[in-house]
């Protein structure tokens, strides 16, 4: 079996000049067993609907086209492009505008 690291140099921005030099890998020699964690995401592609919603599980949501509106607690935030929100688990809130919009959630069951 190989062992290999990331590159501490990826010579596409400059955080890695504030990093120490990487641990060395850590070989695996007994039976390891871990809890699951269930994330839920996707896409979808939003019309100029609106729909209220009490959010079940913390959300990050984010624009690729279009301009999202999301509205809580009487203030509207308009999500576009390159941007991102996060919503807390428990938020009463309402979806519109138009976009194609990412998200993901947690936990996603």
Same mark, same amino acid.
């Not at 504030?18 to 020699?29: F, K, Q």
């Not at 999202?68 to 203030?75: D, N, S």
């Not at 576009?80 to 993901?104: D, K």
């Given at each position: 079996?190989? /062992?290999? *690291?990331?590159? $501490? +140099?990826?010579?596409?921005?400059?955080?890695? /000049?504030?990093?120490?030099?990487?641990?060395?890998?850590? $070989?695996?020699?007994?039976?390891? *067993?871990?809890?699951?964690?269930? &994330?839920?995401?996707?896409?979808? !592609?939003? @019309? =100029?609907?609106?729909?209220?919603?009490?959010?079940?599980? +913390?959300?990050? &949501?984010?624009? &690729? @086209?279009? @301009?999202?509106?999301? #509205?809580?607690? =009487?203030? *509207? !935030? $308009?999500? #576009?492009? =390159? /941007?991102?929100?996060?919503?807390?688990?428990? *938020?009463?809130?309402?979806?519109?505008? $138009?976009?194609?919009? =990412?998200?993901?959630?947690?936990?996603?069951?």
């Amino acid at each position: 079996m190989s /062992q290999a *690291t990331i590159p $501490r +140099d990826d010579k596409c921005n400059g955080w890695y /000049q504030l990093l120490d030099a990487p641990a060395p890998a850590r $070989r695996l020699n007994s039976r390891e *067993t871990a809890g699951w964690l269930v &994330i839920g995401a996707g896409f979808a !592609h939003w @019309e =100029g609907a609106e729909v209220a919603w009490r959010v079940l599980y +913390d959300e990050v &949501i984010f624009v &690729i @086209e279009g @301009e999202l509106e999301v #509205t809580a607690a =009487g203030e *509207t !935030h $308009r999500v #576009t492009p =390159g /941007q991102m929100l996060w919503i807390p688990e428990g *938020t009463e809130l309402v979806y519109g505008g $138009r976009a194609l919009f =990412g998200y993901a959630l947690y936990p996603g069951n």
